[in-house]
T-cell receptor, first 116, second 114 residues
Framework: AQSVAQPEDQVNVAEGNPLTVKCTYSVSGNPYLFWYVQYPNRGLQFLLKYITGDNLVKGSYGFEAEFNKSQTSFHLKKPSALVSDSALYFCAVRPWPSGGYNKLIFGAGTRLAVHP | DVKVTQSSRYLVKRTGEKVFLECVQDMDHENMFWYRQDPGLGLRLIYFSYDVKMKEKGDIPEGYSVSREKKERFSLILESASTNQTSMYLC?????????????FGSGTRLTVV
């Protein structure tokens, strides 16, 4: 079965330290990969995506992610965390081929807590 | 910017009621989706639509139906609400089926069934 795993329910980081939120996937073909962020009582906001090309992609708010095909991973990173980065982060994968539909498979989410 | 608007932020309904959740997008997107979000389970796809009057079941369609009479509007219907349908419901849209654009989400509707 196709799936996305975010192995950590919560990640705690001190402000100013680097952060990593992990994502691994098990899907067929060459997937498209996405990260979304959700602030309390809000919908999900797009952060970044990998479609093809350079394995390191940069996105909003200073976040970046590295696609690693051999490890089937797409970890989200930021060099220096801010308290305002505290939120719920979702990794999502679109399998390719997808049967003609743009369906995303989401992970369970990782709560990031950045402490002052 | 694309806007996806969900008509209600919070709803409280009684068991057995028929419930309508409305979603409207303003950028002529072809695809629209309904997900429910529950702690520890992430987002699970209920139904999606790739064109007007076209719909496909997602992973958890039981107890739900949808309607897409116009391109901009995608409604989720709980035929007879039950307490296990208490959840956050998220609507999303995407321009087409290419997958290169990802989704734009609405702010969500938190439904409580009592």
């Amino acid at each position: 079965a196709q799936s996305v795993a975010q192995p950590e329910d919560q990640v705690n980081v001190a402000e100013g330290n680097p952060l990593t939120v992990k994502c691994t996937y098990s899907v067929s073909g060459n997937p498209y990969l996405f990260w979304y962020v959700q602030y309390p009582n809000r919908g999900l906001q797009f952060l970044l995506k990998y479609i093809t090309g350079d394995n390191l992609v940069k996105g909003s708010y200073g976040f970046e992610a590295e696609f690693n095909k051999s490890q089937t991973s797409f970890h989200l990173k930021k060099p220096s965390a801010l308290v305002s980065d505290s939120a719920l982060y979702f990794c999502a994968v679109r399998p390719w081929p997808s049967g003609g539909y743009n369906k995303l498979i989401f992970g369970a989410g990782t709560r990031l807590a950045v402490h002052p | 910017d694309v806007k996806v608007t969900q008509s209600s932020r919070y709803l409280v309904k009684r068991t057995g009621e028929k419930v309508f959740l409305e979603c409207v997008q303003d950028m002529d997107h072809e695809n629209m989706f309904w997900y429910r979000q529950d702690p520890g389970l992430g987002l699970r796809l209920i139904y999606f639509s790739y064109d007007v009057k076209m719909k496909e079941k997602g992973d958890i369609p039981e107890g739900y139906s949808v309607s897409r009479e116009k391109k901009e509007r995608f409604s989720l219907i709980l035929e007879s609400a039950s307490t296990n349908q208490t959840s956050m419901y998220l609507c999303a849209s995407s321009p087409d089926s290419s997958g290169t654009y990802g989704y734009t989400f609405g702010s969500g509707t938190r439904l409580t069934v009592v």
